[in-house]
């Protein structure tokens, strides 16, 4: 548990799509990318096209940029090696019917019988937030009272204008993709942890879910982990935003925590939030949002400015008040990824363009505010803009990454000396032939930190440890999104494990 005025840990979960370099259209062969990146950090999803990564938990904002920047360079090398690119996006914009494959894993193939073509249009990819909540009835509080300010969070990360090759006139039409599931919108109020759980056994006894991690709400308890889970939101091609919205997140989590321990009541009108969740994924960041206190409809830009100010307590005791409201002074003046995914379309017609300025994107590690405005407690109070960003290069680049920071691999450099708290590292590099080397301590209580090259100001002994469930034992065959199950073996086959507790893109 963190300690008295110390910020809860925040760990990410990314999905791509993998695309072919030379044709920019969806590519079903996750298998091989995947046989040359570490299985404890990368894993495969519902779809062949697709990948997830899953971050180490961190405090320091700072520190999980660094990891995620270190990852998404290691996916997007192997990759290209490949003639492959990786898209942080909602959805594909380019797809071949012989492409449209399920991963062979027993429970995908279970819900394709069952869910059919729900499954087989499940070309979606969301980003993920985990914030550490270990006491289960707080997280089941949260999750519910958190609802109405989760729209705002998907305006911030709406990419997914596209669908079938064709402008759906939605910033997020994998909102609307997404809701077709059977538990899918916001969550109910229960009364208690058991309550909660009494649901989800309802549901699976009923035989219309299989297993917990079909429960698909907009927030949620995690099924495995010690945290509550943010799963509203599309995956952000700028890693700028993906810091943005986790930063929000885990001080929105802070300030409910906070009254739900003071027993504040709250009463949260799900059918206020549906509506106000449909015109956030109409709208984004271009449009108007529906005022999560008032209910009335404002620009967007103001908004999120409410949405700041609601966290700011928080943003400013964890350290985070300076980054993240610069953050969302960009995001509001540049607009969210679906207009600049439409602007690149608009210049001359080709979706072609708008791959290519999505692969320019997730590749890029610039996550930072850009250092010439200085007012960082400025707050967004004008209607976002045109993208002001330079066109895309258009052209095709299967080469190796073009970064000048050679520092962006995963620990290519040497492993330093463990810290008296520090009992396992895992030292990847994904270069080509490089083994993992994984130096385990026997202890029951082993913590795991890992380095990247990225320098993320990580000293010995205070590298990110791994989540541990403190609700349950460590189950059989279960999946880890951000921690490592001591009872499953790290070297297991990503492409034929039958984890039944791995949570896909659905």
Same mark, same amino acid.
């Given at each position: 548990?963190?300690?008295?005025?110390e910020?809860v840990?925040v760990g990410v979960? #990314?999905?791509?799509?993998v695309?072919d370099?030379?044709?920019?259209? /969806?590519a079903a062969r996750?298998?091989?990318?995947l046989?040359?990146?570490?299985?404890?950090?990368f894993?495969?999803?519902?779809q062949?096209?697709m990948v #997830?990564?899953?971050? @180490?938990p961190?405090r320091?904002?700072?520190?999980l940029a660094g990891?995620?920047?270190?990852?998404r360079?290691?996916?997007v090398?192997?990759?290209?090696?490949?003639g +492959?690119?990786?898209?942080a996006?909602?959805?594909?914009?380019?797809?071949?019917?012989?492409? /449209?494959?399920i991963?062979?894993?027993?429970r995908y193939?279970?819900?394709?019988?069952?869910?059919?073509?729900?499954?087989r249009?499940?070309?979606?990819?969301g980003?993920h937030?985990?914030?550490e909540v270990?006491?289960?009835?707080?997280a089941v509080a949260?999750a519910?009272? +958190?609802?109405?300010? /989760?729209?705002? @969070?998907?305006a +911030?990360s709406?990419?997914?204008p596209?669908?079938?090759?064709?402008?759906?006139?939605?910033?997020?039409?994998? !909102?609307?993709?997404?809701?077709r599931?059977?538990?899918?919108?916001?969550?109910?109020?229960y009364?208690s942890a058991?309550?909660?759980?009494?649901?989800?056994?309802?549901?699976?006894r009923?035989?219309?879910?299989?297993?917990?991690?079909?429960?698909?709400?907009?927030i949620r308890?995690?099924?495995h982990l010690? !945290?509550? #889970?943010?799963?509203?939101c599309?995956?952000?091609p700028?890693l700028s935003?993906?810091?943005?919205?986790?930063?929000?997140?885990?001080? +929105?989590v802070?300030?409910?925590?906070?009254?739900?321990?003071?027993?504040?009541?709250r009463?949260?009108?799900l059918?206020?939030?549906?509506?106000?969740?449909?015109?956030?994924?109409?709208?984004?960041? #271009?449009?108007?949002?529906?005022?999560?206190?008032e209910?009335v409809?404002?620009p967007a830009?103001?908004v999120?400015a409410r949405?700041?100010?609601r966290a700011?307590?928080h @943003?400013v005791?964890?350290?985070?008040w300076?980054l993240?409201?610069a953050l969302a002074r960009?995001?509001s003046?540049?607009?969210?990824?679906?207009?600049?995914?439409?602007?690149?379309?608009?210049?001359?017609?080709?979706l072609e363009d708008?791959?290519? @300025?999505?692969?320019a994107e997730?590749?890029?590690c610039d996550?930072?505010?850009t250092?010439?405005?200085p007012?960082?407690?400025?707050?967004?109070?004008?209607?976002?803009g045109?993208?002001p960003e330079?066109?895309p290069?258009?052209?095709?680049?299967?080469?190796?990454?073009?970064?000048?920071?050679?520092?962006?691999r995963?620990d290519?450099?040497?492993?330093?000396?463990?810290g008296?708290?520090h009992?396992t590292v895992?030292?990847?590099?994904?270069?080509?032939?490089?083994?993992?080397?994984h130096r385990?301590?026997p202890?029951?209580?082993?913590?795991?930190g890992?380095?990247t090259g990225h320098?993320?100001?990580?000293q010995?002994g205070?590298?990110?440890e791994?989540?541990t469930?403190s609700h349950?034992?460590?189950?059989p065959?279960?999946?880890s999104d951000?921690?490592?199950d001591?009872? !499953?073996?790290p070297?297991?086959?990503p492409?034929?494990?039958?984890?039944?507790?791995?949570r896909?893109?659905?």
């Open positions: 548990m963190p300690k008295p005025g910020p840990k979960e #990314e999905e791509f799509h695309v370099l030379r044709t920019r259209h /969806l996750s298998g091989l990318l046989e040359a990146l570490p299985p404890a950090r894993t495969h999803e519902l062949r096209s #997830e990564s899953n971050s @180490l961190f320091g904002l700072t520190d990891d995620l920047c270190g990852m360079a290691a996916l090398r192997e990759a290209e090696a490949l +492959l690119g990786v898209v996006a909602g959805s594909p914009q380019l797809v071949d019917e012989d492409q /449209l494959k991963f062979p894993d027993p193939e279970r819900m394709l019988i069952d869910f059919q073509v729900l499954t249009e499940q070309l979606i990819c980003m937030v985990h914030a270990r006491d289960r009835e707080l949260v519910h009272r +958190l609802a109405p300010w /989760l729209p705002p @969070l998907l +911030l709406a990419s997914s596209f669908w079938d090759a064709a402008d759906t006139g939605y910033a997020s039409y994998r !909102t609307l993709v997404w809701q599931w059977p538990t899918t919108g916001p969550m109910a109020s009364g058991a309550e909660y759980q009494q649901m989800i056994d309802t549901l699976i009923s035989g219309v879910i299989a297993d917990p991690g079909m429960i698909y709400f907009d308890p995690s099924c010690p !945290t509550v #889970e943010l799963r509203i599309d995956s952000c700028r935003d993906v810091v943005l919205i986790a930063g929000l997140f885990r001080a +929105l802070a300030t409910e925590l906070e009254a739900a321990r003071r027993g504040d009541g009463e949260v009108r059918e206020a939030v549906r509506a106000a969740t449909w015109q956030a994924a109409r709208s984004g960041l #271009e449009g108007e949002l529906v005022d999560p206190v209910g409809p404002r830009a103001e999120i949405l700041l100010d700011r307590p @943003l005791e964890a350290g985070d300076e993240v409201s960009q995001a003046a540049r607009g969210s990824s679906a207009a600049r995914q439409r602007a690149a379309h608009a210049r001359r017609g080709r708008v791959v290519d @300025l999505l692969l997730t590749r890029s996550w930072s505010p250092p010439s405005d007012r960082p407690d400025h707050r967004p109070d004008a209607r976002p045109p993208d330079p066109e290069d258009h052209r095709l680049d299967p080469g190796p990454d073009p970064e000048p920071e050679p520092d962006h995963l290519p450099g040497p492993e330093p000396t463990p008296p708290d009992q895992h030292r990847t590099d994904p270069q080509p032939g490089h083994q993992t080397d385990t301590d202890r029951p209580d082993h913590q795991t890992h380095q320098q993320t100001g990580h010995t205070h590298q990110a791994l989540w469930d349950a034992g460590p189950r065959g279960s999946h951000l921690r490592t001591p009872h !499953t073996d070297h297991t086959d492409h034929t494990d039958p984890r039944p507790d791995h896909p893109a659905v």
